[in-house]
Structures are given as structure tokens and as C-alpha cells.
Nanobody
């Protein structure tokens, strides 16, 4: 079974940084496109970033471009999200997820709260 466990969230102030981690298991991580998704209370899930497994490209939503960096360690089946210059609007539960035709599989998320 696909298992994805995100960690590294917390309560930070605007302008601070956090690094999220995601441990993956149960599938061929190195051959799977991976993404970070976030969901704020009462809102639909929002795509944040994608790491392409084939050619190593990365993609970001406009709301995080220039502030967040996605990376992966295929040998450890780990996905990361470095988040800099955090803003209150980044507050959400962050999930790592696979990228699949027609959908995704996500695991347990980690809460990020940005507040002064």
C-alpha cells in the first residue's frame, strides 16, 4: 500500500522558514512524479509544487514561486519542501502526494501555521 507521511510543520511568524519532509513507501518512489498539496480550513485543496521523476523538472504555483523549493532524495524515498518568507496565507495542512492520471494519493499531512 502507498504510504506517505509528512512532517516538519509548525507555528511560525511571517518571514520565517520551514522545511517539510515526506517519507514514502509502498511504491516505486524514484519513478513516480510527486507533489505537495495544501488545504486551508474550509477551502479546496490547492496544488503547490510538483517534482517530475523523469527529467527532474520542478513546477510551482504562482502563489509560492520564488519562495518554496521542492526536492527529493530517491535513495531515501523522501520528498521535501523548503518554504521561505512564509506568509499568513500559507497557513494550511500540507500533504505530499503522488501524481497519477486523473488524481492523486495523499497521506497524512502536517499543519503549517503562519501568524504573528
Amino acid at each position: 500500500d502507498v504510504q506517505l507521511q509528512a512532517s516538519g510543520g509548525g507555528l511560525v511568524q511571517p518571514g520565517d522558514s520551514l522545511r517539510l519532509s515526506c517519507k514514502a513507501s509502498g511504491f516505486n518512489f524514484g519513478s513516480t512524479d510527486m507533489q505537495w498539496i495544501r488545504q486551508a480550513p474550509g477551502q479546496e485543496p490547492e496544488w503547490v509544487s510538483i517534482s517530475d521523476s523523469q527529467i527532474g523538472n520542478t513546477y510551482y504555483s504562482d502563489s509560492v514561486k520564488g519562495r518554496f523549493t521542492i526536492s527529493r532524495d530517491n535513495a531515501k524515498s523522501m520528498l521535501y519542501l523548503q518554504m521561505n518568507n512564509l506568509k499568513p496565507e500559507d497557513t494550511a495542512v500540507y500533504y505530499c502526494a503522488t501524481v497519477e492520471a486523473g488524481g492523486y494519493t495523499r497521506g497524512q499531512g502536517t499543519q503549517v501555521t503562519v501568524s504573528s
